[in-house]
């Protein structure tokens, strides 16, 4: 039951929403027992969930549910047929973006696609732009884009930076944020994330409302840009528009059909370009067929690998 | 843990070092209006004096806000207190910690000492009565060993005030 874990450790890191003042007299309730606790909660979760752990058959995925509802199991069975593997990010408000990272930079390495790279490098030149005419000071952004350019030029190889798919692992690993490192790239995306959002209010504010019942400013600054703050559709939608790469993702939950056959939905975000003024038909697009697949679970987003 | 935050007190990264130096002449282009930072030669703590916005109950007061970086700043959010003597304001305790999501939980890289130090005058300048938050005296005590706000589980008050 792995995964029921991960769920109890995000919960408990939102506890200080819940501290009521007016229960918990501060005499007999310590708060730096409490943090020394959680932090050793965090430092297991550590050990035992790697940012990103290694690459297992779908199989591992249904032991997880081997004494639990059979519907998840019947869609599993189906996701096996299109689906070999899965890696496992941990569960710490940041796993969809450094799954989306993860995954990409992993479909660079194999790919070895330059065309893709000069494309999507000149995607952040135009994110770049949004933040400053958004009013950000460079200073705020400019460390975080220049580690993910640096990532990226690090998958390409026969530069003198390159690096094997092993060091890839280990690097996406690294818990330090000392050397801004990888952990710290996960603002990269959240800075992208944000800029399109609030470059495309008036596209993005019905859905925010509907989530959180804020303003799309205030959305931005509490949901987006701090790191551990989870990710939802208009997440998802953003950063695949502003880097103009599409994503799938695979729900696994326990809905089912109406005529009782068991199917797994899926959605893509297929990004808008500036080139196709048309509306946005994600989804339905015939011929898009996302490399980066991500499997969600109600709270939680993994990586999934294709056949 | 006797609390003094240690990791504040470690000396700033390169990367720190670099973030702060270029918010410094940042700032001291375009101040944000409301304050002064007397610019000294410690990069890592900043002392600010605040002056309560006209029209507003603090109008004609001045305050000091110390700021203290920590070695993984902006990774990690800054140690921001008033220093004595607080303002008295439902989100400020007497001993000049500060109920302010943005400065823990809610605290980001993309933010600056300007955008928290606008935040601190907006609250102050929203606040229609001064008085100490309710659990002042338990907080404050509790407090006593010296421990930094950062390592408090905050709980956040109504985002009116």
């Given amino acids: 039951m792995q995964n029921n874990q991960e769920d109890e450790i995000q919960t408990t890191s939102h506890q200080p929403h819940d501290h009521d003042v007016n229960d918990n007299d501060w005499s007999n309730y310590k708060d730096s027992d409490v943090m020394q606790q959680h932090s050793a909660i965090l430092e ?126 280990v690097r996406s690993r690294d818990q330090s944020v000392s050397d801004y490192g990888y952990y710290a790239v996960v603002m990269f995306f959240r800075f992208v994330t944000s800029g399109e959002i609030k470059k495309r209010s008036e596209f993005f504010e019905p859905f925010i409302l509907g989530l959180s019942n804020t303003t799309v400013e205030q959305f931005c600054k509490t949901s987006v840009e701090p790191m551990g703050e989870e990710s939802d559709h208009v997440h998802i939608t953003a950063l695949s528009d502003a880097l103009g790469v599409p994503i799938r993702v695979v729900y696994l939950d326990r809905s089912s059909c109406d005529n009782g056959s068991v199917s797994v939905n899926h959605h893509d975000f297929v990004p808008v370009s500036d080139d196709t003024p048309n509306d946005k038909t994600s989804g339905s697009g015939s011929e898009t067929n996302p490399f980066i697949v991500l499997l969600y679970r109600p709270g939680h987003y993994d990586i999934l690998y294709k056949k | 843990m006797t609390g003094s935050s240690a990791s504040s007190r470690k000396v700033l990264s390169k990367i720190a070092t670099n973030r702060l130096q270029k918010e410094l002449v940042e700032w001291q282009v375009n101040p944000p209006s409301g304050f002064l930072h007397k610019v000294t030669d410690n990069l890592q703590r900043w002392v600010i004096e605040v002056y309560g916005a006209q029209g507003t109950i603090y109008a004609g007061e001045k305050y000091q806000l110390q700021v203290d970086f920590p070695e993984h700043y902006p990774m990690e959010a800054p140690q921001v207190i008033f220093l004595h003597p607080a303002p008295l304001h439902p989100h400020i305790y007497s001993n000049g910690h500060i109920c302010l999501d943005i400065l823990y939980d809610s605290w980001s890289p993309a933010m600056t000492v300007s955008s928290i130090c606008i935040s601190i005058l907006s609250m102050l300048s929203s606040s229609t009565v001064k008085e100490r938050p309710e659990d002042n005296d338990r907080y404050v005590k509790n407090c006593r060993n010296g421990r930094s706000p950062k390592e408090t589980r905050w709980w956040f008050h109504d985002d009116k005030v």
């Fill in chain 1, 44 to 169: 297991q979760d550590a050990a035992k969930f790697p940012f990103v752990g290694d690459k297992e058959p779908l199989s591992s995925l249904a032991n997880e549910y081997k004494s639990g509802s059979p519907i998840l199991l019947e869609k599993i069975e189906v996701l096996s047929k299109e689906y070999a593997g899965i890696r496992r990010t941990r569960g710490d408000g940041n796993c969809f973006f450094r799954s989306f990272m993860f995954s990409y930079l992993e479909h660079i390495i194999e790919s070895q696609d330059k065309a893709e790279v000069e494309r999507i490098k000149t995607s952040v030149e135009k994110c770049r732009k949004t933040l400053q005419s958004l009013g950000y000071a460079d200073f705020t952004f400019e460390d975080f884009f220049s580690l993910f350019i640096e990532q990226l030029e690090s998958v390409l190889q026969g530069n003198e930076d390159s690096i094997s798919h092993d060091e890839l692992i």
